[in-house]
């Protein structure tokens, strides 16, 4: 059973990066077909995807997230990392990392929570 875990600051100031670390247990993030996929909901509004790092190390991010987003990935530790830079406000929400399949996600982290204070 795949499983993935958040880990990062819950609280960024604004201007800031914020940073979150995926953990991945039970699976490979090297292992063909898969990717592994940043998604966001923000208090009151529906999932936003972020971007995603591919099974051989490629990288592709939401168009309006493109400018401030890196993601990364640590194939000896089994991780990858987001980091969104320059935060307001607008980036408080919960963020989950996922295994995606053909671009459906089937496999999320429990999620978790980052406020962005002003």
């Known amino acids: 059973q795949v499983q993935l875990q958040e880990s990062g600051p819950g609280l960024v100031n604004a201007s800031q990066t914020l940073s979150l670390t995926c953990t991945v247990s039970?699976?490979?993030?090297?292992?063909?077909?898969?990717?592994w996929s940043w998604i966001r909901q923000p208090p009151g509004k529906g999932l936003e995807w972020i971007g995603y790092?591919?099974?051989?190390?490629?990288?592709y991010y939401s168009p309006s997230l493109k400018s401030r987003t890196s993601i990364s990935r640590d194939t000896s530790k089994n991780q990858f990392s987001l980091q969104l830079r320059s935060v307001t406000p607008e980036d408080t929400a919960v963020y989950y990392c996922?295994?995606?399949?053909?671009?459906?996600?089937?496999?999320w982290g429990q999620g978790t929570q980052v406020t962005v204070s002003s």
């Open positions: 996922v295994r995606d399949f053909t671009g459906t996600p089937n496999y």
């Open positions: 039970g699976g490979s993030i090297t292992t063909n077909p898969y990717y």
């Open positions: 790092i591919g099974y051989r190390g490629n990288s």
